[in-house]
């Protein structure tokens, strides 16, 4: 057994930093006036037929009071181009400022104008919310696919990239 890295029991902290890079995305809410924008990194793909996203959110999020009001959301995977203020859209409350306009995320309106995606984006999915479950202090939302949008190049952003320290989690 040559230098053979044997498995020991982690925290949950710990396993986040050791399996990442994971996924980074922008979850955009709401409709017209009442629009949000969050950072996610708890969502995944979970059917192909039919097309189903889930992805978990704060019970306690502005973005969860609009799940409930428009059931329409857009899931985005933001480029390199605008990391800095993808991220910063972690650090706030859409109840408090107006994330899209603060950090100058510019959006495009979904051509069946149910919701928008964020214009730097490498790959957008459009969900329909149809279900939900309560996880503890989060809601698992479920979600139709009813529309997929790329730009065949260019490579998104990662969440925990890099973090070699526990504590930020």
């Known amino acids: 057994m040559k230098n053979e890295k044997i498995l020991k029991e982690i925290t949950l902290a ?6 990442s890079p994971h996924p980074f995305a922008l979850l955009l809410s709401g409709f017209k006036e ?3 924008i969050m950072g996610i990194s708890w969502y995944t793909l979970a059917s192909m037929k039919p097309g189903k996203m889930i992805f978990a959110v704060s019970q306690k999020n502005f973005t969860t009071s609009l799940i409930e009001k428009h059931s329409f959301v857009s899931l985005c995977i933001p480029l390199e181009s605008i990391k800095d203020e993808a991220m910063q859209c972690c650090k706030s409350s859409g109840r408090e400022i107006n994330k899209i306009a603060e950090f100058k995320i510019e959006l495009i309106e979904c051509k069946d104008k149910s919701t928008f995606l964020v214009k730097e984006s490498s790959v957008a999915w459009i969900l329909k919310v149809c279900d939900k479950m309560s996880i ?28 070699k320290r526990l504590d930020v989690l």
């Open 136 to 163: 503890g202090d989060h809601n698992l939302y479920i979600a139709d696919i009813i529309g997929c949008y790329g730009n065949g190049s260019a490579k998104g952003i990662m969440a925990f990239e890099g973090y």
């Open 34 to 36: 009442k629009k949000n």
């Open 14 to 19: 710990e396993a986040v930093v050791q399996s």
